[in-house]
């Protein structure tokens, strides 16, 4: 058996078990906090980013069995996030705040990781989500193209001008504290 019809083959038969043994328990296990910290990178609100989170289980699970199993579970999982992020951004405007909550996980000391999580805040939807994305879960360029439907150039631009705003951004700020200090 080739291996795509593999894959394919396998990837049916796993989706007839969740099916059949109504486990959502697992996928939800398995996605729900990647599927969190994207849907926060665009709403940057975590109660917002909890029914983002559940809205996209809800239809990935109505949809399952229309998945056809070509790219990544996850990857589908992704998409199905990003479009009611955007639908719930269109019909809930976002209003600037200045609360940054801990949604990134924390691999460094405390002050940088709010500095930055602060810094990200700042980039445009486009761009927070590319670095969410590729840089904080870690998704290559070729599946993060597929999961926001643009081509893998786009990626690759929005991720090194997001990080030119980031480098620009840090700058600005350590001008800053060396005036105050």
């Not at 007839?16 to 910290?37: M, P």
């Not at 879960?137 to 070729?142: E, I």
């Amino acid at each position: 058996m080739a291996p795509k019809k593999f894959l394919h083959y396998t990837f049916n038969m796993r989706r007839k078990a969740l099916e059949s043994t109504g486990d959502i328990e697992e996928l939800v296990r398995q996605h729900q906090q990647t599927l969190h910290a994207y849907a926060f990178s665009f709403v940057r609100d975590s109660h917002a980013a909890d029914d983002i989170v559940q809205e996209t289980l809800i239809r990935a699970w109505r949809y399952l069995p229309t998945f056809r199993g070509e790219g990544s579970l996850q990857g589908w999982l992704m998409r199905i996030c990003g479009n009611v992020a955007r639908t719930y951004l269109r019909k809930y405007p976002p209003h600037r705040t200045s609360h940054i909550e801990e949604e990134i996980p924390a691999r460094g000391d405390a002050t940088s990781q709010s500095d930055l999580k602060s810094l990200i805040s700042t980039l445009s939807v486009e761009h927070r989500t590319v670095v969410t994305l590729c840089l904080i879960l870690g998704f290559p360029y070729d599946e993060a193209a597929e999961i926001l439907e643009v081509p893998v150039g786009t990626i690759r631009s929005r991720l090194f001008r997001a990080r030119e705003a980031l480098v620009l951004a840090i700058k600005d700020t350590e001008t800053t504290h060396a005036k105050a200090v």
